[in-house]
């Protein structure tokens, strides 16, 4: 992990430690469903970053010919702030981030791999950001703040409830040979 997330990381896993835990069987399920999850959650964020990319040229151009009117006109410049384009703008960059980050991670979910579930612990945090910067958006901000900070909880918090099933290589190799040792005594 990178290291400046380990405080990160051993606040949220005590944090997440007081939790319930899941059962065994459906903490597997869970882990089970971290790759198809992540693939996904990447692929739509990252078809909803090229739509918001494209919404956005449509409004630019469409704010750029109101404002032309407007100077005509004499009227005070109408739509959409600076500020907010630039945090729509690092939205339409974090969804892509995240996209791609979560489609990284399917390998590595795939295996079991520790990789994987940083990956993914990772794009929950940058949603984190994003939704704590979504503030700063006009009318729609606390909302999307609200939301962003249930899905991102929710994510971490089920995330932390798999994390002993995803471990380094070393750990995978002898769960497997453990496995090929148990089936082969089982038959």
Do not use: H
Not at 5 to 30: C, H, M, Q, V, W
Not at 38 to 54: F, N
Not at 172 to 187: E, I, W
């Amino acid at each position: 992990m990178i290291s400046w997330l380990n405080p990160i990381d051993a606040y949220l896993e005590k944090f997440t430690g007081r939790a319930p835990r899941l059962s065994l069987n459906t903490r597997d399920t869970l882990a089970e469903a971290w790759p198809w999850i992540a693939l996904i959650s990447g692929v739509i964020q990252l078809l909803a970053a090229y739509w918001l990319l494209g919404l956005t040229r449509i409004t630019n151009t469409l704010t750029n010919y109101i404002d032309t009117l407007s100077r005509v006109y004499r009227t005070g410049p109408i739509g959409i702030s600076g500020t907010q384009k630039s945090v729509i703008y690092i939205g339409v960059i974090v969804l892509t981030f995240d996209g791609i980050m979560l489609l990284m991670a399917v390998p590595g979910l795939l295996k079991r791999s520790r990789s994987g579930w940083e990956r993914v612990f990772f794009a929950s945090l940058v949603n984190l950001a994003f939704a704590i910067l979504s503030l700063f958006i006009a009318n729609n901000g606390l909302t999307r703040f609200g939301i962003g900070i249930i899905t991102s909880t929710l994510a971490i918090c089920l995330l932390y409830q798999v994390k002993d099933q995803y471990r380094d290589r070393n750990f995978q190799r002898a769960r497997v040979s453990k496995l090929n040792r148990t089936g082969a005594d089982s038959k």
